[in-house]
């Protein structure tokens, strides 16, 4: 604030007290108490009015040469750098505002946040500092190509350009996020344009950090601007957000620079916020129908009004931005095989000319290789260890004789070199059945077959391994023993039988086959029957029950032996299972999970189950699903056999868009585990989400082979027919044979 040379009478009231330039301070005052001529909008105008320099003005070392904008906190000016002479923009609190400590902590927040970003596309600040007249002010790159605000209507014509521009700026956001930099405040004004036209984020005025707990949104009364927003941002507390909030608010930008408008219009703030709240946003090309569906997509993806539905990161917008430019298909939309064979045949003219005339030849080899027979079928490899048969006379002893089976086929899944089929798909083949017919549904080359008879103290183990493809007998042992032997008897039966299969075991599959899992029969007892309930968790109707005792058979069997790290696996497994499936969503069963998990750890830090039950825990309590990848991949290495890794990886794959990723892995869950009804039932929601209502159809034909009264597959699988050709005789006439079966 500076005061004129010469004193001016005011031509209103005649003061001479002037302040800024010109403005007389009587009538200033006048009107901020209140005079009946004026309003809160012409105060806030003579208040601004001070702010106005002198055209020979100066801030420290800047000389100010024009405004070039203001905020409702600050002015910006454009400058000369008094030594270097350097063109800056120059951002000094507005003097109204110098005795509000909200928003003189928000200015500094802005400088911080900013200063400590260095990104080609993020405005840099130079120089921050506090000027004569003791207000904060800071120095940053000029943007002399305005702002998309500006060059939003010469973009509406230029979805290429607007796509390029967004993908710069997801690109930046995602680097401040990544330095824990949440923005908060993104909007077409905050996104400026170089000489060059390439984006800067500038404004970061409200920004947060993520790793900081703050309460200054709950002190301000601006929290963004309505229409671009996430409606978790408007209603929620700073600590709850995400950067899925400015995944948002880059969404809603490019729905702006696409149609001219944000995706939410109304009378006011509130109206605005308030349907962002409650309604789905519009669709892109409800407003301009030329627009790329694919386009459309990418931003109904980023403008969910669940966070968790968005795209996970401002990185994966840029990547599905980026993919559309290169004619890619984009994560958020799935596309069919055809259509993706179609677009890159077009990116690609002259390698598809040349797969095209390859695959004439090969059509044509492959026939004559068919008619002569030149090709054999390929040779189904693995093994299924079958339920073994309890030859003692008690009930309690057909349980054993489960334990024993199990604990085989456990040990036997530790080998890299070989196929194991999963228990689920081995279960249903208790008793009798051929070998060669149970080799073709499991797709395996070699069945274990066992009886268990216990008696007085003593066990009488019989085992035989069959070649499934010729129904020979490939080996087979009588075992009698003590109960007490039980897992000596178990190692040595998987070290022969990988042995009969010529199979490669490195020394730490073998120390893991060698090594008990406890020295406690009763305690290995109580963890059998756990694990057994647990398995069963998806065909049950008693969940919450089963789980419940599936924890007190788990906590009683690693009291008998605290060294018990299978039990603790399956305890750690169970309390999330809890938590997940909403039988117990509290921070005490989480608590209890974080318990079970630090004991694993400390008892095999670099264990594959280890690695698998922190993947669990990661996903089923945390949703996090970077992280549980992590956990899995390391689990990959000395788990070759666990269904469950792959199953997980394509539920994580799914969530994050990857649907291809995801059949392959969930297929390769199958694989290992065929005649697993859960298994097959993912699989089929997958296909329903691609519309791919064939396989879809297919897969669900499988799960209803194994549960054929299964009410929702049923009712899915004439879905099928209503979704694919519009035909709803079958839902029809299957909801009529489910309701004469059971009315209720």
Known sequence: MRLPKEAVPCSECGSTSRVGRGLCL????????????CNHEALEDALAGIDVPDADWRLGNYQILEEIGRGGMGVIYRARQRHSRRIVAVKRILSYHADSQETLVRFRREAEAAARLDHPNIL?????????????????KFASGGSLLDAGPALRNEPRRSVALIAKVARAVQYAHVQGVLHRDLKPGNILLDGHGEPLVSDFGLATWLDTPSDLTHTLTIFGTPGYIAPEQANGSVAKLTPAADVYSLGAILFNLFTGRPPFLGEHALAIIQQAATKPAPKLRSLEPTLDRDLETICAKCLEREPKTRYLSAGDLAEDLERWLEGRHIIARPVSPP????????RNPVVAGMAALLLILGTAVGALIWKGQFATPPVASGIAVLPFENLSAEDESAFFADSVQDGILTKLARVADLKVIGRTSVLPYRGAHSAQQIAQALNVSHVLEGSVRRNAGKIFLHVQLVDARTGAHVWAERYECDVSELFSVQSGIT???????????????????????????????RYSRAKGLVNGIAFSTRGKEDLLQAVQLLNQAIARDPLF?????????????????????????????????????????????THLALAQHFYWAYQDYDRARVELDAARTTLPNESQIALMAGYIDRRQGLWDKSLEEMNRALALDPRNFSILQQIS?????????KEMAATLDRALALAPKDIPSRVRRAWTD???????????????????EDPN
Not at 508 to 525: F, R
Request: hydrophobic content about 40%; charged content about 25%.
């Open 26 to 37: 009587t009538c200033l005052l006048n009107q901020g108490l209140g005079a009946d001529t």
């Open 722 to 740: 209503l979704e694919s050709r519009a035909n709803p005789k079958l839902l029809h006439t299957t909801i009529e044979t489910i309701l004469a």
């Open 339 to 346: 259509a993706r064979v179609w677009r890159w045949s077009r």
């Open 565 to 609: 790290f299978d039990a603790y696996c399956q305890l750690a497994g169970a309390h999330d299972r809890m938590y997940f499936l909403g039988f117990d969503h509290t921070e005490a069963r989480l608590k209890l999970s974080e318990t079970v998990m630090q004991s694993i750890r400390r008892l095999r830090p670099d264990s594959g189950q």
């Open 685 to 693: 929601l997958t296909y329903e989400a691609l519309r791919r209502y």
């Open 495 to 525: 070290q022969k039988v990988a042995a009969q299969l010529h199979a490669r075991v490195s020394a730490v599959e073998e120390a893991a086959i060698k090594e008990p899992p406890t020295t406690d029969l009763v305690a290995y007892d």
């Open 124 to 140: 840099p600040i130079y120089e921050v500092g506090v000027n004569e007249d003791g207000l904060p002010s800071f120095s940053m």
